[in-house]
């Protein structure tokens, strides 16, 4: 197994962690989202046993091309994934899926996946020390800033990008516990290096919130605008901007950005 597929020993404590990124058991989608863009793709994937099922392109970039559908995909846990929903995910040519969960989360709801399917483990935050886990236990802003500064966190969100670069045939599905913390902000990072607009990585984001059945005033079950934007603020304290980030953070040359580009982008 490559280098950024490296397993990393999770420390979180096993309550807190259950109530950080939303309840293991998995909800039904809520009726199909709006898109967030001027494009009328319809992002849901269809599951019935996993939540927040949608694929991650569809968006027109702030230079007129589009990123496209069918590469790669985001959701919630796969924990209950029905047979009937790995049957979808395997016509859909899933070949590598990505889970950002902790190991106490994996423990409590190991993934179900289609046969073949590579398994990679990236977890974002478990080598924080215990005292960091603890003040992002209710999530918000200070969760969102330890996607940038928690020990192995770049690492971890670099790793689903470079699958999603060296997966040739077939498609990469990356997902945390509820599919709109972790996973939200790894869709902001691709969306943006591809070149699509702050508004609408937010508008994607925010999407969590009608697929999960929540609003902004659910901090367990929704996600909030503020929380995307703390994450981008602290990509900036700590990196200067994103283009930095890009570079220094995930280490992502100017090589793997252009295999990325030429690969999402129609």
Same mark, same amino acid.
């Given at each position: 197994?490559?280098?950024?597929?490296? #397993?990393?020993?999770?420390?979180?404590?096993?309550? +807190?962690?259950?109530?950080?990124?939303?309840?293991?058991?998995? *909800?039904?989608? &809520?009726? =199909? /989202? /709006?898109?967030?863009?001027?494009?009328?793709? %319809?992002?849901?994937?269809?599951?019935?046993?996993?939540?927040?099922?949608?694929?991650?392109?569809?968006?027109?970039?702030?230079? +007129?091309?589009?990123?496209?559908? $069918?590469?790669?995909?985001?959701? $919630?846990?796969?924990?209950?994934?029905?047979?009937? @929903?790995?049957?979808?995910?395997?016509?859909?040519?899933?070949?590598?899926?990505?889970?950002?969960?902790?190991?106490?989360?994996?423990?409590?709801?190991?993934?179900?996946?289609?046969?073949?399917?590579?398994?990679?483990?990236?977890?974002?935050?478990?080598? &924080?020390?215990?005292?960091?886990? *603890?003040?992002?236990?209710?999530? $918000?802003?200070?969760?969102?800033?330890?996607?940038?500064?928690?020990?192995?966190?770049?690492? &971890?969100?670099? !790793?689903?990008?470079? %699958? #999603? #670069? @060296? =997966?040739?045939?077939?498609?990469?599905?990356?997902?945390?516990?509820?599919?709109?913390?972790?996973?939200?902000?790894? !869709?902001?990072?691709?969306?943006? *290096?591809?070149?699509?607009?702050?508004?609408?990585?937010?508008?994607?984001?925010?999407? !969590?919130?009608?697929?999960? +059945?929540?609003?902004?005033? @659910?901090?367990?079950? $929704?996600?909030?605008?503020?929380?995307? @934007? &703390?994450?981008?603020?602290?990509?900036?304290?700590?990196? +200067?901007?994103?283009?930095?980030?890009?570079?220094?953070?995930?280490?992502?040359? %100017?090589?793997?950005?252009?295999?990325?580009?030429?690969?999402?982008?129609?």
């Amino acid at each position: 197994m490559a280098e950024h597929h490296l #397993i990393r020993a999770s420390v979180a404590a096993a309550a +807190g962690l259950a109530l950080a990124f939303g309840p293991v058991v998995a *909800i039904a989608p &809520a009726a =199909t /989202a /709006a898109p967030a863009s001027d494009t009328a793709f %319809d992002r849901a994937l269809g599951l019935t046993g996993v939540q927040n099922a949608r694929d991650a392109g569809g968006y027109r970039t702030t230079d +007129g091309k589009w990123v496209r559908t $069918g590469l790669v995909y985001r959701t $919630g846990q796969l924990n209950n994934a029905t047979p009937a @929903d790995l049957a979808v995910l395997s016509d859909r040519d899933l070949r590598v899926v990505a889970d950002l969960r902790t190991g106490f989360e994996r423990a409590a709801g190991p993934d179900r996946v289609p046969a073949g399917v590579t398994e990679h483990w990236d977890d974002v935050i478990g080598q &924080a020390p215990p005292q960091t886990l *603890i003040t992002t236990l209710t999530g $918000g802003g200070d969760l969102y800033g330890a996607f940038i500064t928690a020990p192995g966190a770049n690492a &971890a969100f670099a !790793s689903v990008l470079r %699958d #999603i #670069i @060296d =997966t040739r045939d077939g498609a990469v599905l990356y997902h945390c516990t509820a599919g709109k913390d972790r996973t939200g902000w790894t !869709s902001a990072v691709l969306l943006t *290096i591809l070149g699509v607009d702050r508004d609408t990585v937010r508008q994607d984001y925010l999407l !969590s919130n009608e697929y999960r +059945g929540a609003d902004e005033s @659910d901090p367990l079950n $929704g996600v909030q605008p503020a929380w995307l @934007d &703390a994450a981008f603020e602290q990509v900036n304290q700590t990196y +200067g901007g994103f283009d930095s980030y890009v570079r220094d953070g995930l280490k992502l040359t %100017d090589a793997d950005v252009a295999a990325l580009k030429a690969k999402m982008l129609a």
